[in-house]
């Protein structure tokens, strides 16, 4: 696919999903999850899901406006749009396959799914769906996978710019935010042996580590994605 249309199609949809989630700083209540199945030689599965079914009343009734604070509230029409975009983009990805979406209009939830081939397509994928938010909530977020070592690591740093955006939007807005949650949930194939956040759970059958922090903790650096995972060899 040409560069330069391939990176004029990024700039349409961001800049409408981008609209699309200002309507999040009067809803506020939404999650993100991402499911990741890896299998031991570095391929695997991931879902992304959005779901913003909590505010589904109060994100109804902004959808029919045409702006808010001076933002244009992009229709369905166009959000149907453009999510199809990004996937056709993730389909000519390198190392990517299987592209599937899911749009629910009436609870609004999208997920996006995909197989990826090795860890770099996996961060192929998750440089995509970060760029939705037209800037990124990290200044690095990346996945590692030492098949040798059998060690998963997520290495991720929090934006400072992400910060200033959202206290530019006062306490009275930013509050809101507290029933907003990311959700990472990675499953293996080998028994976990150890991991290395705190907040983060094992699973009951040692295969699989669940992390889920609240969205404005992320923001302000409070709490951190970053992991380090090592499996049984």
């Not at 037209?134 to 929090?158: D, L, P």
Request: charged share 25%; proline share 1%; with cysteine.
């Amino acid at each position: 696919m040409n560069g330069f249309k391939a990176k004029r199609k990024l700039r349409r949809f961001y800049g409408v999903i981008c609209a699309f989630l200002m309507t999040l700083t009067l809803s506020s209540c939404f999650d993100f999850v991402e499911q990741i199945d890896l299998k031991s030689d570095g391929s695997g599965h991931i879902a992304a899901t959005l779901n913003l079914s909590k505010s589904k009343t109060k994100v109804s009734s902004l959808m029919k406006m045409k702006s808010i604070k001076g933002i244009r509230i992009p229709t369905q029409a166009e959000m149907e749009k453009e999510i199809r975009s990004a996937v056709q983009l993730l389909k000519q990805t390198k190392g990517i396959s299987n592209v599937a979406y899911k749009t629910d209009f009436t609870n609004y939830i999208v997920n996006i799914s995909c197989d990826f081939s090795q860890i770099e397509s996996l961060n192929a994928f998750s440089d995509i769906l970060a760029n939705r938010f037209k800037t990124k909530i990290s200044n690095s977020n990346r996945y590692y996978y030492h098949a040798q070592s059998h060690v998963f690591e997520r290495k991720f740093v929090a934006s400072n710019e992400w910060k200033a955006k959202f206290n530019q939007l006062g306490s009275d807005n930013t509050t809101q935010f507290a029933d907003a949650f990311y959700t990472q949930i990675v499953r293996f194939e080998k028994p976990v042996i150890s991991q290395g956040n705190s907040l983060a759970k094992v699973a009951g059958n040692k295969k699989g580590v669940l992390l889920k922090l609240p969205f404005m903790d992320l923001v302000y650096g409070k709490s951190s994605l970053a992991n380090k995972i090592i499996l049984t060899k």
